[in-house]
């Protein structure tokens, strides 16, 4: 057991696999399926000096957990640090990468709990709280909020989280790639009969 002084010792590495990655887990999500660790958002500006160029990796984004119901449809994402930091101390951060991906629901945690924004929050309930690492929100409940954000009907689901064509290549969609591609799809299943160029990004 740790105690609460060795665990300030610990790095955000640390605090993941010992602490944030086994609650996730705890509440019902798959490591293989649900989760996918240090996910790239921006890959960092080019650094050009004169006929050389290179990408500034220190600067580059990327979401230390992105939660998705099926491969390819990113519903939740988390930011960690290590417990020096509050609980809340990532949200800033996690807010900026659920802009990103369009997704409803943000986590910040270092190790104690979590910190959560919803913004599709039900009447009565906070928008912002915080949570012990036991009561992570299961994938049932984290895709009910993203279906209501999205307007998403039950009948609907099973089109939208229908797998993408795998070509063998293991090469998987750009984040931006992958929420266009979910956006025709989600505007298809709820009957929309013309896609203009514009239409599959939120007003």
Same mark, same amino acid.
């Given at each position: 057991?740790?105690?609460?002084?060795?665990?300030?010792?610990? #790095?955000?590495?640390?605090? =993941?696999?010992?602490?944030?990655?086994? +609650?996730?887990? #705890?509440?019902?999500? @798959?490591?293989?399926?649900?989760?996918?660790?240090?996910?790239?958002?921006?890959?960092?500006?080019?650094?050009?000096?004169?006929?050389?160029? *290179?990408?500034?990796? =220190?600067?580059?984004?990327?979401?230390?957990?992105?939660?998705?119901?099926?491969?390819?449809?990113?519903?939740?994402?988390?930011?960690? =640090?290590?417990?020096?930091?509050?609980?809340?101390?990532?949200?800033?951060?996690?807010?900026?990468?659920?802009e990103l991906l369009d997704v409803p629901c943000a986590f910040s945690s270092n190790g104690d709990g979590?910190? *959560?924004?919803?913004?599709?929050?039900?009447?009565?309930?906070?928008?912002?709280?915080?949570?012990?690492? @036991?009561?992570?929100?299961?994938? @049932?409940?984290?895709?009910?909020?993203?279906?209501?954000?999205?307007?998403?009907?039950?009948?609907?689901?099973?089109?939208?989280?229908?797998?993408?064509?795998? @070509?063998? *290549?293991? =090469?998987?969609?750009?984040?931006?790639? +992958?929420?266009?591609?979910?956006r025709v799809v989600e505007r298809v299943v709820q009957g929309e009969k013309r896609l203009g160029p514009? #239409?599959?990004?939120?007003?």
């Open positions: 057991m740790i105690d609460q002084h060795e665990k300030k010792t610990l #790095s955000e590495a640390d605090i =993941k696999a010992k602490f944030i990655t086994p +609650a996730i887990v #705890s509440a019902g999500w @798959d490591e293989i399926a649900h989760i996918r660790r240090e996910v790239t958002l921006a890959p960092g500006p080019v650094v050009v000096r004169g006929n050389l160029s *290179s990408r500034n990796k =220190k600067k580059k984004k990327f979401a230390d957990y992105v939660l998705q119901k099926e491969k390819g449809v990113p519903i939740a994402v988390i930011e960690a =640090k290590d417990n020096n930091h509050t609980i809340s101390d990532g949200m800033q951060q996690a807010l900026g990468y659920a979590f910190a *959560s924004h919803y913004k599709t929050a039900s009447s009565g309930e906070d928008i912002e709280t915080e949570f012990g690492l @036991d009561a992570f929100p299961s994938p @049932d409940d984290l895709w009910h909020r993203y279906n209501a954000f999205r307007g998403i009907a039950d009948a609907q689901e099973a089109l939208v989280t229908e797998p993408y064509y795998d @070509d063998g *290549s293991k =090469k998987e969609p750009r984040y931006y790639q +992958a929420e266009a591609i979910n514009l #239409s599959v990004f939120r007003t």
